[in-house]
């Protein structure tokens, strides 16, 4: 199966929230989330749980979890050759309702205007 292009959302602004959340993460949180986005880039929409779910409207999450903190990057396909890191939170026990309509207003512009919304990583 070839890999699956990973990019992020990014605001008509130039910014990318999914980063500025994961500047303020600890190290460690930073290092799982990278191997979890990989993981992600490798298998694309076969990646299942305990790494990904379903949340609900075409929007995932991916899981992290670190001493005792759940870490979430919320993600949709564009497509069957790319994902879009949408939106990243630290959870508690459920994904808030709030979390999963940014990420699906953060969807509907990037379907859009897929070129003003795209950031990919050098």
């Not at 749980?49 to 903190?69: C, F, M, N, T, W």
């Not at 979430?72 to 990243?88: E, N, P, S």
Request: net charge positive; with cysteine.
């Amino acid at each position: 199966m070839p890999k699956t292009r990973v990019i992020f959302y990014r605001e008509a602004d130039g910014t990318v929230p999914v980063l500025e959340w994961f500047d303020g993460l600890p190290a460690k949180a930073q290092d799982k989330c990278r191997i979890r986005i990989q993981r992600l880039s490798e298998k694309g929409h076969e990646l299942r749980r305990p790494e990904a779910d379903l949340l609900r409207d075409g929007i995932y999450e991916l899981r992290v979890g670190l001493q005792h903190v759940n870490y979430r990057i919320l993600y949709f396909f564009h497509g069957r050759v790319a994902a879009i890191l949408a939106h990243g939170l630290t959870k508690e026990d459920r994904v808030p309702g709030a979390a999963i309509d940014a990420a699906l207003m953060r969807k509907q512009g990037y379907e859009r205007n897929p070129k003003v919304h795209t950031f990919e990583e050098s």
